[in-house]
Every structure is written in structure tokens, then in C-alpha cells.
């Protein structure tokens, strides 16, 4: 059966140097649920070692984690990268490292970069470069991630800075993607104005949380049959009835009008 699912596929971690203290697996888990949440990507600076710990928080709740990465590439250009399993991921994330720039990070500049367990425990400090951009240019970055079985998603495309348009100038027609990101405060309408030719992708709209709080700002609605990555790329597609509704004037209110026996599991 078909039902709705919230999901917000944008969401960081103490990995992610610019990311609060309490951006720990099991409080992203528990705030997850606060929220209303069924669907959640994880998606720290180019690195993946704390997806694993997620997905042990999330074990016997209604929380699905999709393994991800947010990638930098050579260009400046923030990329989510989405993995149908944690080990496509794990062997993307060999080859990024083998990218990203030499020296270690400053904690006290950037902020400390932490590997925890799904307890928030902390494992170790990962001390590489991880804010900064890898030298993977934006095509290979595709090919590499679709050769792992992933997607990949422009991430805050409305965005002045880290983002495909800002930092081009325009969207390459060879660039294939299926689906781009808004910001959580993004206008939808302005966008589209400025940019018309964007009016062919469907969008998400994600929070890009660095803080608990930050969660739920920014979401996206899946209407699908199981939460997966498999059924979210049909959603994108609009193959066999799945869909998806991305904007912020989706209220629960027409939720409950419209599909209010679909939209709880």
C-alpha cells in the first residue's frame, strides 16, 4: 500500500566540523522521532565513518537512515550523495579520501571532527581536511557515485555559496540528475523565475541540520510503498503512483483532508 512518508534527506553530524557537539546518532534519532520524521539522510562533509552509528541508533524505531555524503568538488559544488546500502557508501568513501586535501583540520577554527557510536560515544577524532573541497571534478563525481549504486542530488541549489548554479553560472544540460535541493528557507517561486529551465526537476527541500534544533525545518513528503532509496528514485520519476510534495504549503491540514488513512504506519 501506498502511503506518505516524511522524510528530510539533508542532516549532519559531530563528522561535520561545522556541526553542534550534540549532533550525535542517538540524539539525531530521538529528535527524528520528535518530529514526525520516517526517512533521514545522513550526510556529513565528504566522510561517512558516523552512517553506521545512525543506523544502530535508529534499530527498533520507525526511522529509516539512508547512507550519504555530502561531497565537495573540486569546483565548490555541495553534492548529496545518497547509497541504497551503508556498503556502497563505505567504498565510495575509500575513494574520496583518497581526494581530499592533505594537512589536518584545525578544531579550534573549523570545530572538531568526531566519530562517536550510536551511545554518542566518542570513538576518535578524525583530524583530516574535511571542510575544504575534494580535487573530484563534478562529472566524475556522478560517474563515481552512480558506479556505487547512488544518486546524486545537487544540494541547496537556491543557495550564494556551495552551490551547482552559484558556482557555474547555469546548469549543464550533460549533467543528469534526478531531483534538486531547495533550502529549508528557500522561495520556490524566485528560483524559478530567475532559473526556468529548472522547472523540469522535482525538488526536495531539506533541512541541512548542524543542530538538533535544526531538524524539521526543511522537509520533503514521499509518497511511496516501503521507505527506501529504491522507492524514493521512482517518487522522482513519478513511476507506478509514487510522488512527491516539497513544499512548505503542504500543511498537515491537507494532509489529514486529503490522505489522512495513507499518511501513518
Not at 570545530?111 to 583530516?128: F, L, S
Not at 556505487?148 to 555559496?161: E, F, S, Y
Request: charged share 20%; aromatic share 10%; hydrophobic share 40%.
Amino acid at each position: 500500500m501506498l502511503r506518505w512518508f516524511k522524510a528530510d534527506l539533508h542532516i549532519h553530524t559531530v563528522l561535520s566540523p561545522c556541526a553542534d557537539l550534540l549532533m550525535g546518532p542517538k540524539n539525531i534519532i530521538e529528535r527524528a522521532q520528535e518530529i514526525g520524521l520516517h526517512i533521514i539522510a545522513i550526510t556529513d562533509h565528504n566522510s561517512s565513518e558516523n552512517v553506521e552509528g545512525v543506523i544502530k541508533a535508529a534499530a527498533g524505531t520507525r526511522i529509516q537512515v539512508i547512507p550519504g555524503m555530502e561531497l565537495t568538488t573540486r569546483e565548490e559544488v555541495h553534492l548529496l550523495c545518497l547509497f541504497h546500502e551503508l556498503a556502497h557508501l563505505v567504498n565510495f568513501q575509500k575513494i574520496v579520501t583518497q581526494h581530499t586535501p592533505p594537512g589536518e583540520n584545525d578544531p579550534d577554527f573549523f570545530g572538531p571532527q568526531y566519530i562517536v557510536n550510536e551511545k554518542n560515544e566518542i570513538i576518535q577524532e578524525d583530524r583530516r581536511l574535511l571542510i575544504l573541497s575534494t580535487d573530484i571534478p563534478i562529472q566524475q563525481a556522478i560517474h563515481l557515485v552512480q558506479a556505487h549504486a547512488g544518486m546524486v542530488i545537487p544540494a541547496h541549489v537556491d543557495r550564494k555559496t556551495y552551490s551547482l548554479i552559484n558556482q557555474l553560472g547555469f546548469l549543464p544540460p550533460a549533467l543528469k540528475f534526478p531531483a534538486l535541493e531547495i533550502s529549508w528557507e528557500g522561495k520556490m517561486d524566485h528560483l524559478l523565475k530567475q532559473y526556468p529551465e529548472l522547472s523540469r526537476f522535482p525538488f526536495i527541500r531539506s533541512s541541512d541540520a548542524h543542530e538538533t534544533s535544526d531538524m524539521g525545518r526543511g522537509f520533503t513528503y514521499f509518497y511511496l510503498e516501503k521507505p527506501t532509496l529504491a522507492e524514493i528514485s521512482m517518487a522522482f520519476y513519478e513511476e507506478n503512483g509514487r510522488k512527491l510534495k516539497s513544499d512548505q504549503i503542504f500543511s498537515f491540514s491537507h494532509l489529514v483532508e486529503n490522505i489522512y488513512s495513507d499518511f501513518y504506519y
